[in-house]
């Protein structure tokens, strides 16, 4: 279990680096700047999405929604749940992919989950959303002629942390959307 989560930085940067597994490109400001001042294209296309968990790992985790329909140039929010049904606060690590894998070279995540560490506490339940667009060019590019759906997959993976103090996690906060609630009602 250990390698396994070790292995996912490597993973991540070969990944990120090559677009290899239909791996997305991560959107920086510039390509932000470039989508703002562009019309959306008129290119439909669904991204369906799909969550699964590694071995060992006992939350349960799904896509809020099944499908999103959107055109090229358009930005969506899109929302995962996971929840830790068990009596140990517990913390895990996505990856991704995107298939078809052709398609992930104009997949441009804004932001996500995936890559950080979530600690979940016992029985906690969060709302994770994920950021993202379909550039223009994909449909100018005539080898994405036969693609009409995309699928966003996540997998979470445990992170082996029984000897690691919490405070020297490094990971990034989930959202909740209860706790983001009662925030603003007080």
Known sequence: MGLSYAAVPLYQAFCQVTGYGGTVQQSKSDAL????????????????????????MPWKFKPLQQEVQLVTGETVLAFYNAENPTDRAMT??????????????????????CFHEQRLQPKENVDMPVFFFLDNEFQEDCRMDDINEITLSYTFFPVDDDDVEESSLTKAAPISLTSAKAQGSS
């Open 92 to 113: 895990g690590v996505a990856t991704y992919n995107v298939t078809p894998m052709k398609a992930g070279l104009y997949f441009n995540k804004v932001q996500c989950f």
């Open 33 to 56: 700047e470039k989508m703002s001042g562009e019309q959306k294209g008129t290119r439909r296309i669904v991204v369906k999405f799909d969550a699964g968990t590694g071995i060992g």
